[in-house]
């Protein structure tokens, strides 16, 4: 006999509801993109004035002058741009699961 004739069908469960979490990936996402751009601005900033403030967390913030301490302003200048590039990446990757999640739900219906 075939088993497609003797099988009993059995019920499955609906598939569950990623809405809530594709708009919280967004929502997420979104406000990551805004502190990558805010980041940016404030690199952007630094550039011309010629000054940039470390983003240390423990012990006092350092300012380096780009005339008088050119190393150290390239050196901070260079760190805090990987840091803000890392956010972007990780805010692009986060809009794209939430998008991901939304077409699956789309599909779904």
């Given amino acids: ?4 004739r003797t099988r009993i069908p059995r019920p499955h469960p609906k ?15 979104m406000v990551l993109l805004a502190l990558t751009g805010l980041l940016a601005w404030t690199l952007i900033a630094a550039l011309l004035d010629g000054q940039i403030v470390t983003s240390n967390r423990v012990g006092p913030k350092l300012t380096y002058n780009h005339e008088l301490q050119p190393t150290q302003f390239y050196f ?8 803000t ?6 805010a692009v990757a986060v809009l794209w699961i939430g998008r991901v999640l939304m ?4 599909n779904r219906r």
């Avoid at 590039?85 to 990780?90: F, H, K, N, Q, T």
């Fill in 85 to 90: 590039l890392l956010l972007g990446a990780l």
């Fill in 103 to 106: 077409s699956a739900q789309k």
């Fill in 76 to 83: 901070e200048l260079l760190w805090q741009g990987t840091s």
């Fill in 1 to 4: 006999m075939n088993q497609k």
């Fill in 15 to 29: 598939p569950a509801n990623h809405r809530s979490g594709a708009w919280l990936f967004l929502l997420i996402g």
